[in-house]
């Protein structure tokens, strides 16, 4: 169940078309004290001292100092990581995304790996380790492992690690696992699941997008492709459909359908793994879009690796990782993109200036070995004092210790984008104009490109909810636990879908189901849940307290309340009772907002005699 693996010996990246690769300096942005590249850090010994002299040792809790210091130990010439990860079951090509991160690790670390049923407990009192990492469910098919005692050695730091989508129907099972686990920091891929799970930003640091440099590197083949289109073409992926359109019908283009997620690939004969790089290698172009999230991915860097010229959908993230339209790569849309391609085609010598550019910049910055994140956030947590916490200047800024509350990874640039999101938005109006119908229609465009995006299911289920449909809407509101449930085995739905399924079934008039609901998953916690079973408490007739607001142990959702008082949520649910027929139930609810209403009343004197005194 546990088997060490010690670092490889990587032999320098050998390069026929491409040589004098020199390394990319580091840039550390901001003010303070900040932890350097790995390269040029202190020895460990010196750090082991500095944690002596504080008595800042590792914990468990996001906010480190408040942690209990038993764990404090003598290190080695390299930390002991332990990856405790359920283990993948699907396609060859998950397995080799993952395991460029884990090449990463063992640079800095000596990684053990437990990928089956253990106790935390024994595990730590056998290998000792300065840091555990927990690799949750994300999209990709897996089995699931039981970790017993998982609470035990709160003293040794913990972080999980998600490598899924940032709108992924899989972070309710994640953020499941890592409640269980007693972990509330995170590193993930880009800013990505900050931007769809923001209540949980200040949790998150961030991993760039790397690749395996002993993978995705120059094979000496030969330039016999111009152009090369891997993955599916899919609505949510417009760029790639149109562009790879367009040079199919100027240029010879090989399309390479997507290898799949499962053991047997649908695709029968499909590349992964060094058949696909080794056919990046062959071609003199490789095209590569956002999605409609417009996130930098894999592809990014894996293209330029393997020596073919990046020609990229507009992505603001790409100037963060150094990409430069016309100098490493090719960015643009349509017509112009078609001519910025024509021109190189006729000048050789630029394109090939071009191709050069775009392997240096990948394997001098953005190889598995340059991917440090996790160890220089290790080093400063470890050097932390009383009161401090760290932020993370943008994806390859410095990690620095500051005392003003500040958490997390934080942006070097606007937040990106997104059609999903802007669509959602704009239904979202209809709906506080009461025009339910039109906002139905526009979330159901958003759902038909990519159905497993909460928020616009989410507002899609109280859209149904004022337009009387109850039943609809709770099958709207269980949909993506549902699949999650059958294709991942996520243990536990969503806290905020769940408390909106309840409602739901409050909306058909049946309040045994929605109080039994309740209890069916205890360990959720969430506002709106506390919410829902205040008014539910109501309804049956007893005096539950007044529902406290969010807590930091709350579940982390994926959705979120439209209504942010107690008041307006209240008023909410009474429409939509009214509108499903509930009379009787949104005659309680009204009286209910009358209460809360009084006892604001007679709680703003005291407030104002309070803040006069």
Known sequence: AVSPQSERSTPPTTNALYSGTRAFPFFSPGVGRMCAPFSSLLPMQAKVERVRQTGIVGAGAWIPHTAPRTERREMPSKPVMLLVRHPLTGAELQRLWEEAYCKA??????????????????????????????????????????????????????????????????????????????????????????EHTPSIAQRIFVLPQTFDEDLFRDYGEPKTVPFIVFGEV?????????????????????????????????????????????????????????????????????????????????????KEYGFADMEN????????????????????????????????????????????????????????????????????????????????????????????????????????????????????RVLETKVEYAPARHLLVRALLMSGRPQDAGQHALYLFNVARK??????????????????????????????????????????????????????GASPPRPQGAKRDDRPSVSVSLEPSLISWLNEICAMLRASGQQLFAQAASALVREEQLAELASAPLAVAARDF
Request: proline share 6%; with cysteine; net charge neutral.
């Open 105 to 194: 690790f063992r640079f800095h670390f000596d990684v053990v790996v437990v990928e089956d049923d253990c106790d935390l407990d024994a595990v730590c009192d056998r290998i000792k380790p300065d840091l555990i990492a927990f690799r949750g469910p994300y999209s990709a098919l897996h089995r699931r492992i039981v970790v017993s005692n998982p609470l035990s050695h709160t003293g040794i730091p913990r972080i999980g690690l998600y490598f899924g989508d940032g709108f992924c129907m899989t972070r309710p099972a994640f953020f499941h696992d890592m409640d269980s686990w007693g972990v509330d920091t995170y590193f993930t891929q880009t800013f990505y699941l900050a």
């Open 234 to 318: 899919a609505p949510w992926r417009p760029w790639r459909g149109e562009t790879a359109q367009a040079l199919a019908k100027r240029y010879p283009t090989m399309f390479c359908p997507h290898p799949g997620y499962s053991a047997a690939p649908s695709a029968g004969i499909a590349w992964s793994g060094e058949a696909y790089a080794r056919a990046l290698n062959r071609s003199l172009f490789s095209i590569c879009d956002g999605s409609i999230f417009n996130c930098v991915l894999r592809k990014h860097v894996e293209i330029p690796a393997c020596g073919a010229i990046l020609v990229s959908q507009p992505v603001d993230g790409l």
């Open 329 to 444: 790569c090719v960015i643009g849309e349509g017509p112009d993109l078609m001519a910025k391609i024509a021109g190189l085609i006729g000048e050789p010598k630029r394109l090939q200036d071009i191709a050069r550019a775009g392997f240096e910049l990948a394997h001098s910055r953005h190889a598995a070995r340059h991917c440090d994140q996790l160890y220089r956030w290790f080093v400063a947590r470890r050097l932390l004092r009383p009161g401090e916490t760290i932020v993370q200047h943008g994806t390859f800024g410095a990690f620095e210790a500051v005392s003003d509350g500040r958490s997390g990874a934080i942006r070097s640039m606007p937040v990106q984008w997104s059609e999903p999101a802007a669509m959602v938005a704009d239904a979202l109006g209809n709906y506080r104009s009461g025009a339910f119908g039109i906002c139905q229609k526009k979330l159901n």
């Open 487 to 540: 294709i991942y085995r996520a243990p536990e739905p969503d806290p905020v879908e769940w408390a909106w399924w309840c409602i739901a079934e409050l909306c058909r008039g049946d309040l045994a189901a929605a109080s039994a609901a309740l209890r069916n998953f205890p360990a959720l916690r969430h506002s709106e849940l506390r919410r829902v079973a205040w008014l539910i408490g109501k309804l049956e």
